[in-house]
C-alpha cells in the first residue's frame, strides 16, 4: 500500500514526507516528475502507483501572477484536483487536497466557517475554489482543508522575505489592515497526519467517507502582517542575526498596491476540526517560535 504525494517539494508537501510516511510508504513527487497541467499524464501517473490514498499538496500558488495567467493557474488548481479525484473514485480510495482563505472576500467581521458564502477576490481563489468544486462533483471521498498565510523555514514566503529584507533595509513598511492566522507548514501536515490516523485512512477509505469533507486547518490566534512581521525581526534580534531594520512601520493596504486583491480578514474558524478530530494548531506565535528555533 501506497501513499501518492503530490507537490511533494513544495512548503506543505516537504513536510508531508515526514509525516505521512509512518502511515503507509509514500511515493512523493515534485513539480518536475507530475505536471499538474497535463490531465492525461496525472491520470496515468495515478493508474500506474494504484495508491491507497492520494495527498495533493500541489498547487498554482503566485497569487499575483495568477491575475494575468488565470488559464494556467485553473489547470492547476481546478482541473488537475477534479482529475485525481476521478481517479480516487475509480480506484475506492480517498484524496486530501489543500485550499484556501482566499475563497472568502474577507468582509466579515468574524473568522469564516464552512459554509459560508465563498466569494473569492482574485483568481487564485476563484481557482481554488473551483478545485474544491471539482472534487465534491466526483463524489469520491475526500478531505479539503483550507488554510492560510503558509510559512516555512524552505522555499519562498513571508517569513523568509522578512528575514531577507530586515538584514538590507533600516525601515520595513508591513500592511497592517489584513488579519489572518500565520500557519507554519509542519503544523499543516502534522495535522493532516492526526485526522488520518483518526479515520483510519489510508486503509480504510470508507473513513474518509464518513469523517472527511471540507474542514479549515489553520494556526490559532490573530494577527496582521505587520505584527507577524514585528515578530520575525524580534526573533532575528534575540537570536544575534545581523539585522540592519531598526524600525517597522505598519501601512494601509493602499499603500502597498498589488494586481490581486487581498482579503480584510483570512482568519478561518477551525472548531469544526477540533469537535470532530479533536486536533487544534497551536497560537501562532507558539508555531513561529519552533519553526525558527529549529
Same mark, same amino acid.
Not at 481557482?127 to 462533483?137: N, S
Not at 498565510?149 to 517569513?159: C, E, K, P, T
Given at each position: 500500500?501506497? @501513499?501518492?504525494?503530490? %507537490? $511533494? ?8 514526507r ?17 505536471d499538474l ?5 496525472? *491520470?496515468r !501517473? /495515478?493508474?500506474?502507483?494504484a495508491?491507497?490514498? !492520494? ?6 500558488? $503566485? ?12 489547470? @492547476?488548481?481546478?482541473?488537475?484536483p477534479?482529475v485525481?479525484?476521478?481517479?480516487? +473514485?475509480?480506484?475506492?480510495? $480517498? &484524496? /486530501?487536497h489543500y485550499?484556501?482563505?482566499y475563497?472568502?472576500?474577507?468582509t466579515?467581521?468574524?473568522?469564516? @466557517? ?14 481554488k475554489?473551483a478545485?474544491? =468544486?471539482?472534487?465534491?462533483?466526483? %463524489?469520491?471521498?475526500?478531505?479539503? &482543508? ?5 510559512? *516555512? ?7 523568509l522575505t522578512?528575514?531577507r529584507? $530586515?538584514?538590507? &533595509?533600516?525601515?520595513?513598511? @508591513? ?13 499543516i501536515?502534522? =495535522?493532516? =497526519? &492526526? ?13 474518509l467517507?464518513e ?19 514585528g515578530a /520575525? ?12 531594520? +531598526?524600525?517597522?512601520?505598519? !501601512? ?8 490581486? +486583491?487581498r482579503?480584510?480578514?483570512s ?5 469544526k476540526?477540533n469537535? =470532530?478530530? %479533536? !486536533? ?14 529549529r
Amino acid at each position: 500500500m501506497t @501513499i501518492l504525494l503530490l %507537490g $511533494a517539494n513544495g512548503q506543505v508537501g516537504w513536510e508531508l514526507r515526514r509525516t505521512l510516511a509512518p502511515l503507509e510508504p509514500v511515493r512523493a513527487l515534485e513539480r518536475a516528475d507530475a505536471d499538474l497541467a497535463d490531465p492525461d499524464a496525472l *491520470s496515468r !501517473i /495515478v493508474r500506474e502507483t494504484a495508491p491507497s490514498l !492520494i495527498v495533493n499538496a500541489a498547487a498554482y500558488t $503566485a497569487v499575483d501572477r495568477a491575475e494575468e495567467d488565470e488559464a494556467s493557474a485553473r489547470a @492547476i488548481n481546478a482541473e488537475a484536483p477534479g482529475v485525481l479525484a476521478e481517479e480516487a +473514485k475509480q480506484l475506492g480510495i $480517498a &484524496l /486530501v487536497h489543500y485550499s484556501t482563505d482566499y475563497v472568502f472576500d474577507g468582509t466579515g467581521s468574524r473568522p469564516a @466557517i464552512e459554509s459560508d458564502p465563498a466569494a473569492p477576490l482574485n483568481a487564485y481563489g476563484r481557482t481554488k475554489l473551483a478545485g474544491e =468544486a471539482a472534487i465534491r462533483d466526483t %463524489g469520491c471521498a475526500h478531505l479539503i &482543508l483550507r488554510t492560510s498565510w503558509v510559512y *516555512s523555514m524552505r522555499g519562498a514566503n513571508f517569513l523568509l522575505t522578512v528575514q531577507r529584507l $530586515a538584514g538590507q &533595509l533600516e525601515e520595513l513598511r @508591513i500592511v497592517a489592515d489584513q488579519t489572518g492566522a500565520p500557519t507554519w507548514a509542519r503544523g499543516i501536515a502534522e =495535522a493532516t =497526519a &492526526l485526522v488520518l490516523a483518526r479515520c483510519g485512512a489510508p486503509r480504510d477509505p470508507g473513513g474518509l467517507a464518513e469523517n472527511g469533507g471540507l474542514y479549515h486547518m489553520t494556526a490559532a490566534g490573530e494577527t496582521t502582517w505587520h505584527g507577524f512581521a514585528g515578530a /520575525v525581526v524580534d526573533w532575528m534580534r534575540t537570536s544575534g542575526q545581523p539585522v540592519l531594520c +531598526k524600525q517597522v512601520s505598519p !501601512i494601509p493596504t493602499s499603500d502597498y498596491p498589488t494586481p490581486a +486583491k487581498r482579503p480584510a480578514n483570512s482568519l478561518l474558524d477551525c472548531s469544526k476540526l477540533n469537535d =470532530a478530530f %479533536g !486536533i487544534a494548531i497551536p497560537d501562532w506565535r507558539d508555531q513561529l517560535n519552533l519553526c525558527v528555533d529549529r
